[in-house]
Each structure stands twice: as C-alpha cells, then as structure tokens.
C-alpha cells in the first residue's frame, strides 16, 4: 500500500470551514480552484519572542486570506494547514515587533502533496528551526489515534513520556531535540484514542510535569487523527515554565 503523506488524502477536501484557522501562503490563487501543492503546520515553541513570531516565505509575509491580516503566532501556538506552492522556499522568521530581529533564515524543499509540520523552539542565544515531513500510518483503525513525541524544552535532557498510572513509557531517554533528531523521530506510532493524562519524568524517574488532554466537549485523542506532544519551556522558568503542548493535525 503507498504510503501518502498526512494530509494528502484531504487534499481535495479543503475548505475555510474544515480548518478553522485555515491560512494560505500569500502567493495567488482562490481556496476554490487549488494549485498542487505541499501543507504545512507551523508551530511556536519559542518563549523568547514575546510579541510573537511573524512568518515571511520568498520575502511575502504569510497571512490570512480572509482579512489579509499576517500570520503572527504567539508561544504555545500553532496555526492551521497552510497551502505551499512547491519548490524551493525561502522561509525567514522574525520577532513580530518594531526591530523585526531575525530569527531563522533557512530554505525549505516543498513536495506537491507532501504534509509538514515547522518547529521554532530553543533559547534567546539560540532559536532552533526544525520540520518534519508528516506520513500517515498504514491501516490505521477506527479507535486508533498516531502519535510523537518531541523533547523542546531547554535545560532538561533524558526525559520519559508517560500515560499516568502506566509504567512502561511511550517513549524514553529524549534528549533535547536538533533538527536531525527531529527527523529521525518524526513517524508517528499508534496509540489507542480516548483521553489521557500525559506525564514527563527526568531521567530519574521524577514528574517534571504533566497535562490531561482533554477538550471543552470531553474527547481526548480522536479516531484516526494525529497528534504531536511536545515538551516546552524550562524548568524554574515563571513566563514560561514546562509544559505539555499538543498539535492536532487534522
């Protein structure tokens, strides 16, 4: 069975009402008539931009099509699946202020049909860029949900995610990610759906932290959707101290 990337099976099926937050590279082209293109989530776990960070590809800001208002993504936030036109990218990204300090600047290889997921994490003398390349699990079934686990936090290595009241870990000993480990770790496995506690214990078996997923209508991980949990922030840090971050890719 070909292995599709995560989102190319609703290629077709996108609209402005299946994501919510659904916002499209700043290139032209109507919602209606779709270029083929790549997706792509992008996500901040960067605790250093306060006033936000402000996303630029070939030197157009990404923004909204609905009110043309620029894509600005605060900490602790992601944005919905952004349209890319395929080839090589240049992607830079900057505090959302007056100086504009920059950030990352690197270049991106887009596939027609092929999913991502961008990363910004790491410290004030050092902001980390990585992205995935998102695949669907074959033969998913109905109570079935895929997951990862990204360890990008600062000043914490060697941690161990947990499901409270579960011995064995879902994953164990991550250090703190670089843009090749990411890779590397960036296929998702299966987990039974439903809602659960997540737990982060250090190499010694302490809880760092922990987070039940659970949303507002009382579901937790969904059949057959995908799910990255992230470790953020740092530990004693009082703006952004450790947490459990959760990207829904739908």
């Known amino acids: 069975m070909k292995k599709l990337s995560l989102q190319s099976c609703f290629l077709l099926f996108i609209t402005?009402?299946?994501?919510?937050s659904c916002l499209k590279d700043n290139d032209e082209g109507p919602l209606n008539n779709m270029p083929a293109a790549g997706l792509m989530y992008f996500v901040n776990s960067y605790a250093g931009a306060e006033s936000g960070l402000l996303y630029r590809l070939d030197g157009n800001i990404i923004g909204n099509p609905l009110d043309g208002s620029p894509m600005v993504l605060k900490y602790q936030t992601f944005s919905?699946?952004?349209l890319l036109y395929p080839g090589s990218r240049k992607l830079t990204i900057t505090n959302y202020n007056n100086d504009q300090t920059v950030l990352i600047d690197t270049t991106l290889t887009i596939k027609v049909d092929s999913g991502y997921t961008s990363f910004v994490y790491g410290t004030n003398e050092e902001p980390t860029f990585a992205m995935t390349q998102d695949k669907v699990i074959e033969n998913l079934r109905q109570n079935e949900s895929g997951i990862r686990f990204l360890n990008l936090a600062a000043g914490v290595e060697?941690?161990?995610?947990?499901?409270?009241?579960?011995d064995e870990p879902l994953y164990s000993n991550r250090p703190i990610?670089?843009?090749a480990s990411v890779v590397a770790n960036q296929?998702?496995?299966?987990?039974?759906s439903g809602v659960y506690t997540f737990k982060v214990t250090d190499a010694d078996g302490n809880e760092l932290v922990k987070r039940e997923y659970?949303?507002?209508n009382g579901t937790g991980l969904l059949d057959r959707s995908y799910y990255t949990i992230m470790l953020t922030g740092k530990p004693g840090d009082e703006k952004a101290?450790?947490?459990i971050g959760v990207v829904e890719h739908r």
């Open 16 to 20: 402005v009402l299946t994501f919510s």
């Open 80 to 82: 919905g699946a952004q």
């Open 158 to 166: 060697g941690v161990n995610l947990l499901i409270e009241g579960e």
């Open 177 to 179: 990610e670089t843009g």
């Open 187 to 192: 296929a998702f496995k299966v987990q039974k």
């Open 214 to 216: 659970k949303k507002d």
């Open 241 to 243: 101290p450790l947490y």
